[in-house]
Structures are given as C-alpha cells and as structure tokens.
C-alpha cells in the first residue's frame, strides 16, 4: 500500500442502444479508476484492472452502451493546482483548489 498509484483506463462505447434521441444512452466514453500497488504488466495489476474495467464499462453497458473497447491506460502523475481563470475554480473550495495530473503508460512490462 506505501507503493500504491491511481491507474485510470479510458473505455469507448462500441455502440449505444438507443440513438434515436429519445432517451440518453450514455456518454461516448468513460474512465475506469484503480489504484493498486502492482508493476504494471503483472498478473495481479491485470487483475485489478480488469476488475475496473468490468465494473465501469457493465455499469455503462446497463445504461445504454452496446458494448466497450479498452482505450489507453494512464497514471497519475501528481497534481496541479486550478487556476482563477479555469472554470472548474468556480466549483472548488480552498482545501480542494487542485486536480490530477494524468500521464500515459506507453509500454507495459
């Protein structure tokens, strides 16, 4: 747990059940979040993973997703503090004046 990093994986919708505009049927993609202190690439980080996967890309498929493909895999890479001038500073408190910063994991051992 000393180790541990937060790993998001982006998922895309392979189609959406209704697209006739009557009833939303989900957003076009969606972001799976774990955290884990496993190397990427082994046995349990994979496990982990798909456990992430599997619950975020069911919970769209029950609101209106056909189905998902795996997008790329991400992890945090520390955080950056929200400027004035963004939008999201409307929205924050003074404890919580900061967001992620993501990086993308290119190769997987």
């Given amino acids: 747990m000393k180790d541990e990093k937060h790993y998001r994986v982006e998922l895309h919708a392979d189609g959406k059940k209704c697209t006739d505009g009557s009833r939303f049927s989900g957003f076009d993609s969606a972001n799976a979040f774990f955290s884990t202190d496993a190397e990427a690439g ?3 980080f994979n ?3 798909d456990k992430a996967v ?3 890309g069911g919970q769209e498929v029950d609101h209106g997703w056909k189905g ?3 997008g790329e895999l991400f992890v945090q890479d520390g955080w950056e503090k929200v400027s004035p001038m ?4 409307e929205y924050r408190t003074p404890t919580t004046m900061s967001h992620a910063v993501w990086k993308e994991v290119k190769e997987i051992a």
């Avoid at 963004?86 to 500073?89: C, D, E, K, L, Q």
Wanted: without cysteine; proline residues 6%; charged residues 20%.
């Fill in 42 to 44: 082994s046995v349990e």
């Fill in 47 to 49: 496990e982990v993973m």
């Fill in 54 to 56: 599997f619950r975020t």
């Fill in 68 to 70: 998902w493909t795996v």
């Fill in 86 to 89: 963004s939008p999201a500073w």
